[in-house]
């Protein structure tokens, strides 16, 4: 299959080099042009995934009309910021009948909308559009560990055909077709990565951790739910799944972003260190403003957003969710 891949960060590298190594062709392509023609002469993404070369079948290219040439699936694999214009130039290229599987994670600033809808919203004619989400970190996917994550459309019979056509001992696929599911589990996992990452740096133990990660959950199946979701999609790959390894993981980037600001950095300071895009931050609020839409009671949500306001410090974040009334699980 020729994918086409949009974003050039350490996932997008990192699915490149992944579907290239199991017999795909695969162009990779990001706006930034200098950027591209360094990877094209290095063969290796030193920015963002160093270590890792790209297989002979990936093509690097600065033209995105050149990497979009006989394409069969575009992954877009940009911050959700970029995604929106990443859609319209799909549109814009005359390819927005392409089959589009989005990988980032979050809701879109400002609308409120999950990645699939955005897309939906920029190419209202493709009836072939889903996400990929689950439990999956760059770094070990490029260097061929196993992983499991979910491939998610309201097309059913598409992404059948897509999981069976993609799937590898390596990167296991399943098949959903709760893609509201899906892409809520992947959105709000990373804003509950930050909370457990604060509480690991301000050393409160594993006991809260356990109940950082167990009430978070909660709190993404309450949303997950009234924003029309399936409740067991939460106990997979895309809500349990995804939510343990980014509370967890030593490679979780917003998890680093709560044991940043436990340490009592400043969060521009925190996203400097790291270099990369935490999608927990910016999402924050729009889950905030959503669980507000639909009633839906996210106190993790809300002191996180207190802290990020500088309303809260650290410690009282944490405090503050011990000392909420009692009450029925």
Same mark, same amino acid.
């Given at each position: 299959?020729?994918?086409?891949?949009?974003?050039?960060?350490?996932?997008?590298?990192?699915?490149?080099?992944?579907?290239?190594?199991?017999?795909?062709?695969?162009?990779?392509?990001?706006?930034?042009? @200098?950027?591209?023609?360094?990877?094209?002469?290095?063969?290796?993404?030193?920015?963002?995934?160093?270590?890792?070369?790209?297989?002979?079948?990936?093509?690097?290219?600065?033209? $995105?009309?050149?990497? /979009?040439? *006989?394409?069969?699936?575009?992954?877009?694999?940009?911050?959700?910021?970029?995604?929106?214009?990443?859609?319209?130039?799909?549109? !814009?290229? *005359?390819? *927005?009948?392409?089959?589009?599987?989005?990988?980032?994670?979050?809701?879109?600033?400002?609308?409120? &909308?999950?990645?699939?809808?955005?897309?939906?919203?920029?190419?209202?004619?493709? #009836?072939?559009?889903?996400?990929?989400?689950?439990?999956?970190?760059?770094?070990?996917?490029?260097?061929?560990?196993?992983?499991?994550?979910? &491939?998610?459309?309201?097309?059913?019979?598409?992404?059948?055909?897509?999981?069976?056509? /993609?799937?590898?001992?390596?990167?296991?696929?399943?098949?959903?077709? #709760?893609?509201?599911?899906?892409?809520?589990?992947?959105?709000?996992?990373?804003?509950?990565?930050?909370?457990? *990452?604060?509480? #690991?740096?301000? !050393?409160?133990?594993?006991?809260?951790?356990?109940?950082?990660?167990?009430?978070?959950?909660?709190?993404?199946?309450?949303?997950?739910?009234?924003?029309?979701?399936?409740?067991?999609?939460?106990?997979?790959?895309?809500?349990?799944?995804?939510?343990? $390894?980014?509370?967890?993981?030593?490679?979780?980037?917003?998890?680093?972003? @709560? &044991?940043?600001?436990?340490?009592?950095? !400043?969060?521009?300071?925190?996203?400097?260190?790291?270099?990369?895009?935490?999608?927990?931050?910016?999402?924050?609020?729009?889950?905030?403003?959503?669980?507000?839409?639909?009633?839906? #009671?996210?106190?993790?949500?809300?002191?996180?957003?207190?802290?990020?306001?500088?309303?809260?410090?650290?410690?009282?974040?944490?405090?503050? &969710?011990?000392?909420?009334?009692?009450?029925?699980?």
């Amino acid at each position: 299959m020729k994918i086409t891949v949009m974003g050039a960060g350490s996932w997008g590298t990192a699915l490149a080099i992944h579907f290239a190594q199991h017999g795909n062709e695969v162009a990779i392509w990001a706006r930034n042009a @200098g950027h591209m023609q360094t990877l094209a002469q290095e063969r290796e993404n030193k920015r963002y995934l160093p270590g890792f070369a790209l297989p002979q079948g990936v093509a690097v290219h600065t033209e $995105l009309a050149d990497a /979009l040439q *006989g394409a069969e699936l575009v992954l877009i694999v940009t911050s959700v910021a970029g995604l929106r214009d990443s859609a319209q130039l799909l549109a !814009e290229h *005359g390819v *927005g009948h392409l089959p589009v599987l989005t990988a980032c994670k979050g809701f879109e600033q400002d609308s409120g &909308l999950l990645t699939f809808q955005v897309v939906k919203e920029v190419l209202p004619e493709n #009836d072939k559009i889903g996400v990929l989400s689950g439990p999956s970190f760059a770094q070990e996917l490029a260097q061929q560990l196993p992983c499991a994550v979910v &491939l998610a459309s309201e097309n059913k019979a598409w992404i059948e055909s897509l999981v069976a056509d /993609l799937n590898t001992q390596v990167m296991r696929l399943y098949g959903s077709e #709760d893609v509201i599911g899906v892409a809520v589990g992947g959105a709000v996992k990373n804003v509950m990565a930050i909370a457990t *990452g604060l509480s #690991d740096g301000l !050393e409160y133990g594993l006991n809260a951790r356990a109940a950082l990660v167990t009430r978070g959950l909660a709190e993404i199946t309450r949303l997950a739910i009234a924003m029309g979701a399936k409740p067991k999609t939460m106990m997979g790959l895309a809500g349990i799944g995804d939510l343990i $390894l980014t509370c967890t993981g030593a490679l979780s980037r917003n998890r680093r972003v @709560g &044991l940043g600001l436990a340490e009592g950095k !400043e969060l521009h300071h925190v996203l400097k260190e790291i270099g990369h895009v935490s999608e927990g931050v910016s999402t924050i609020e729009e889950v905030f403003n959503t669980a507000c839409k639909y009633q839906i #009671d996210m106190p993790i949500t809300q002191t996180l957003l207190q802290l990020i306001r500088k309303e809260l410090t650290a410690q009282q974040v944490v405090e503050r &969710l011990m000392e909420r009334e009692a009450r029925f699980e």
